[in-house]
């Protein structure tokens, strides 16, 4: 006991917060997108944090779920344009079962904001540059995403994080 | 209903003695207080087990998912207007034949003392499509406010809605009670066993069991036909049926769909409208 209290008491002072985004881009126009924002040297905030998937209509709400357990303070799924996905569908199926997830969530008393989803094409990095600034901004308007994180010791472990 | 009793007898006898079919799935009284479980009646004799009255809830429907029920051969299966609504369902991701199946329909004013809350909203009390029907078409309109519990829950505030279901999931012990009696419920390894990635974590804590309630009723999502054995048997009484009766008024609203109404429809997340679907809330 007495060791755990020296340790905490040893430690820097917190950190100072700032938001995690995860984000699922659409290989085929998100991802692109936001090479196109690198490549173009867009400035946006580094607290995004983005895994690949093979098509927005890819993103299980099991995803969503385990990021924010995890403890992602806000996450986005962005894939292609309706209209344009490589698959031809899948962003018509993703955007049926997105939307009724974040109900969901709602439903449940999870901020909805908190869970963002868009559509990006391989050709729009300024858009890209300038969402990520927004949904940025909107995450540390919401501050830490607490519901889940107090459910867990995951936050203590996350020393490293941004 | 001793009258429904001796018709479902007869009918059931006459369809194992002329080896139509292999098995009847149906009703009957067991143990101390004769409570209505599932009886599987193999033999002509073992008819006399079978019964019906205004306690059958159960939904046998989710029987036919059971390799142990399906290898005994041609089932024929009693069902009330809701679990007809799960026989489509589950006829519509071919999980059934129809051909495989033969249903005997029971007109159906309700189950419970007093009638259970989905009963009063029931707008399926004569079962369609049957092979044989027992009783008397039954005309009781439904009434209104199906999902005023729904509204109301979504009057309150986000943090209020926060509190209610962290401390009524907080509950749940991981049974999985509401799993294993769903219809729907059917895949083989079911994602909170899946543990490469463990994708829900199974101690029964609120961050898994959060987790876990939400991602069941999701599963549901234009499926559920809302039989609500899941709430009936939840041993924490846990209002889960409240969740899927929201996806329900979604799915109502928002594709103007209702799970299992026939047998050749599409699930909502199976298909999509460019009619109807929009870009709200997407940025």
């Known amino acids: 006991m007495e060791s755990t209290q020296q340790v905490e008491s040893t430690s820097a002072a917190p950190e100072e917060w700032s938001p995690s985004i995860v984000a699922f881009l659409c290989n085929w126009c998100s991802y692109a997108g936001a090479d196109l924002a690198g490549m173009s040297r867009f400035k946006y905030p580094a607290n995004i944090r983005i895994v690949k998937v093979p098509c927005s209509g890819k993103v299980d709400p099991m995803f969503v779920l385990k990021a924010f357990e995890s403890g992602a303070d806000l996450v986005l799924v962005s894939g292609c344009h309706p209209g344009d996905c490589h698959y031809a569908t899948g962003n018509y199926h993703a955007r049926r079962k997105l939307p009724t997830f974040r109900t969901l969530l709602e439903f449940v008393g999870i901020d909805p904001r908190r869970f963002q989803i868009s559509w990006v094409s391989a050709a729009e990095g300024a858009k890209w540059a300038k969402m990520v600034a927004d949904i940025t901004e909107l995450a540390e308007e919401l501050g830490p995403f607490e519901y889940f994180d107090r459910l867990s010791d995951k936050r203590k472990n996350r020393q490293c994080r941004n | ?283």
């Open chain 2, 1 to 283: 209903m001793q009258e429904l009793t001796a018709q479902l007898r007869e009918k059931a006898k006459e369809l194992l003695d002329a080896k139509t079919v292999d098995l009847v799935i149906g009703y009957g009284p067991t143990g101390d207080n004769g409570e209505m479980t599932a009886v599987f009646a193999r033999k002509p004799e073992d008819v006399e087990k079978l019964g019906l009255n205004g306690q059958c809830f159960r939904n046998l429907a989710v029987y036919l998912n059971k390799p142990e029920v399906r290898k005994q051969g041609k089932p024929a299966i009693v069902v009330k207007g809701c679990d007809r609504r799960a026989l489509n369902v589950l006829i519509r991701e071919r999980r059934l034949a129809r051909e495989d199946l033969h249903i005997i329909g029971v007109n159906c004013d309700g189950v419970g003392e007093p009638l259970m809350g989905k009963c009063k909203f029931c707008s399926v009390h004569n079962p369609e499509e049957c092979d044989d029907v027992l009783g008397d078409q039954i005309e009781m309109p439904a009434e209104d406010g199906q999902f005023d519990d729904v509204g109301e829950m979504e009057q309150l505030s986000g943090d209020e809605r926060w509190k209610f279901w962290s401390e009524k999931l907080g509950e749940c012990i991981r049974c999985y009670a509401c799993r294993q009696v769903c219809p729907m419920c059917y895949c083989k390894r079911c994602v909170v066993e899946k543990n490469i990635p463990q994708w829900v974590e199974t101690s029964p804590h609120l961050r898994g069991n959060l987790s876990w309630n939400v991602i069941r009723a999701f599963h549901l999502t234009g499926r559920c036909i809302g039989c609500g054995e899941c709430e009936r048997v939840c041993p924490m009484a846990i209002p889960i049926g409240l969740i899927n009766k929201k996806l329900t008024k979604l799915v109502k609203e928002e594709f103007q769909f209702a799970a299992g109404m026939t047998d050749d429809e599409k699930g909502p997340f199976s298909t999509f409208d460019l009619d109807i679907d929009t870009d709200k809330g997407i940025l």
